[in-house]
Every structure is written in structure tokens, then in C-alpha cells.
């Protein structure tokens, strides 16, 4: 089945520890996103990529970082820096530029400091 | 930069209820429009989506919805609402700019009393 992998599904983080989500997808798409999901905010975008080697950052970019080696892969380190860690990760991906547009999204990672 | 607005963050009905859900947002060119939405313990999925054309989308589970560009809206309704409809539902953007950055709205929950 095609899909969006991430992992894990609940993480816990220590004070000043980096800890890394990983989004794996094998719908064959070029761009992908990192979302942050809080109750009553909806959910924010954090990096976005559109193609291997290249992303960007969306509105609430500071604490986190990413990398975009592979087209399948996606991962999301949430860095000591961001201070208010705890949230809903979702990672999606999507096809561009074509009326087939929309993004899919993974089953999402709980994140908590310990 | 863009916005989306989403007006009615918790609401009740009871089944067979008529549905309106609202939607604004705040971009000066052309945009493409979504909804998406999340039911209880599922991942995100497209309800239905605007690129061009008739500005009356219908999607699934007999939802539609109109695109009022002089409004800058985007309105989900439904005739008649079901039990099973009770879940999260969000409103999302992208604009013209090639970018392909999806911004969503802080969202809506729906729950339907049987």
C-alpha cells in the first residue's frame, strides 16, 4: 500500500535533548511538510520541501530543523531550542501542479517533554 | 502573508441538522481551496477542493461547498448531518505563487448528538 510512515508514534523528550521524527513516503511525490497540531491552533506549518536538497521554512520554523537527502524521506529534528516541544507532529506530502493536488498525510507523532 | 480564518471552533448539533461551517481568508490572487477533515482516531483526508470553474464543489459524504471570491470565503455546508459526521474539520489554502504552501485554518469540531 502507498502511504506516509512516520515514526515513532509517541516520543518523549528530556530537557536539552534533540530528538528526531521520521516521515518515510512511497507515493513517489516531490513535495513534503512538516505540520505542528495544537488543540484550538489547527495546525502550523513548521518546514516544507517542494524538492530533494531544497526546503523551506514555514511560520513556526525556529527550534526545529530538517533535511531532504532522499525524495522518500522527510525527518524533523526538534532541536533544544524550541522550548514548547509538546504538540501533534503530522508529516504529508503531495503531488504539485496538476487538479490531482492534495496533500496526504501520515498518522502523526505525540511528542511530550519528560 | 496568507491567513485563514475559521469562525466557529466548536459546534453542536443534532442529527439531521442542516450544516455551515465558515471559512475566510486573506490572499489577493488566485488560490486553490480545500477541506480536509479528521474523524476520531484517523489521519487527515480531503472532504473536497476549489481550483476553478463552477464555484460550487461538491465532495464526499454529500458535503459541498461554494468559493465567493468577492467574500474571500469558502463555507462548508451540509444539508443534513449524521452522527458519523462528528469529527475536525479545517479549511486550507494555497496561492498562485508556485510555492505550493498549504495554510490551514485553526479548524472546527463538529459533534453530532444521535
Known amino acids: 500500500d502507498g502511504g506516509i510512515t512516520q515514526s515513532p508514534k509517541y516520543l518523549f523528550r528530556k530537557e536539552g535533548q534533540n530528538v528526531t521524527l521520521s516521515c518515510e513516503q512511497n507515493?513517489?511525490?516531490?513535495?513534503m511538510y512538516w505540520y505542528r497540531q495544537d488543540p484550538g491552533q489547527g495546525l502550523r506549518l513548521i518546514y516544507y520541501?517542494?524538492?530533494?536538497?531544497?526546503?523551506q521554512k514555514g511560520d513556526i520554523a525556529e527550534g526545529y530543523s530538517v533535511s531532504r537527502e532522499k525524495k522518500e524521506s522527510f525527518p524533523l529534528t526538534v532541536t533544544s531550542a524550541q522550548k514548547n516541544p509538546t504538540a501533534f507532529y503530522l508529516c504529508a506530502s503531495s503531488i504539485q501542479g496538476t487538479t490531482n493536488e492534495k496533500l496526504f498525510f501520515g498518522s502523526g507523532t505525540q511528542l511530550s517533554v519528560l | 502573508a496568507q491567513s485563514v480564518s475559521q469562525h466557529n471552533h466548536h459546534v453542536i448539533l443534532s442529527e439531521a441538522a442542516s450544516l455551515e461551517l465558515g471559512c475566510n481568508y486573506s490572499?489577493?490572487?488566485?488560490?486553490?481551496l480545500f477541506w480536509y477533515v479528521q474523524y476520531p482516531g484517523q489521519h487527515l483526508q480531503l472532504l473536497l477542493k476549489?481550483?476553478?470553474?463552477?464555484?460550487l464543489v461538491k465532495g464526499i459524504k454529500g458535503f459541498e461547498a461554494e468559493f465567493i471570491k468577492s467574500k474571500f470565503s469558502f463555507n462548508l455546508r451540509k444539508p443534513s448531518v449524521q452522527w458519523s459526521d462528528t469529527a475536525e474539520y479545517f479549511c486550507a489554502v494555497t496561492s498562485d505563487s508556485g510555492t505550493y504552501k498549504y495554510i490551514f485554518g485553526t479548524g472546527t469540531r463538529l459533534k453530532v448528538l444521535a
Open positions: 507515493l513517489n511525490h516531490d513535495a
Open positions: 476549489y481550483f476553478s470553474g463552477d464555484p
Open positions: 520541501s517542494q524538492i530533494v536538497n531544497d526546503f
Open positions: 490572499y489577493g490572487g488566485t488560490v486553490n
